[in-house]
């Protein structure tokens, strides 16, 4: 009988333990995705104009940002105003201008917006990251009376820290040096989760 006792008593415990730590899965909060790209051009006010430009010479381009917490990457994003299978996207870091993760989106309609899922790309807090495209097609986005904007823009959990540009091959990926602040050229996003 003490035997049973013993048994019912460990058996009562481990269902315990069970159920509480499934309570904490439960509890665990999962942070919605977002799309920076539409704060920014609203804060910049740069989606006032748009150009289609195709087939202009082939750069690097794309905006800094710095996380304002932990998260990751999820998903990139383009819309270009052409086809263009072997589209790169590229994640730089800022501070040392090397390249963390490149990835090939296939645009097989041109100004249709393309979504990639990705492994995920760990990002932390406050870290400058850049993030660019390779192509010879972009939107160009403006103000109408083509004013500069004014950088930092809050995007949500991002901040949007400037816009630059590189003349490059296809062959090639240089991290853009050329800052402008009267436009911005893409389209070329990401969806970001924060993780804690």
Known sequence: MK??????????????TVSCSSDDDKDAVKYNEENPLDAYMAGSGFSQKAVDVKNSGIYEYGFSFKPTVTGKINSLIVKIPDVNPTLRVTLWDAATKTVIKSETINVATANVTV???ISPIALTKDKEYFFTVNSDDWINRTKTDGSAATYP??????TITGY????????ETIFPTNARN?????DVTFKFQQTE
Do not use: D, M, P, R
Not at 9 to 14: D, E, F, K, P, S
Not at 182 to 186: C, D, E, P, S, V
């Open 153 to 158: 823009i809050v995007a949500g959990n991002i």
């Open 3 to 16: 035997a049973l006792k013993t048994i019912l008593t460990v058996l009562l415990i481990t269902i315990s």
């Open 115 to 117: 979504e990639k899922a």
């Open 182 to 186: 009267t436009y911005y050229a893409g």
């Open 164 to 171: 630059a540009y590189i003349s490059s091959t296809a062959a």
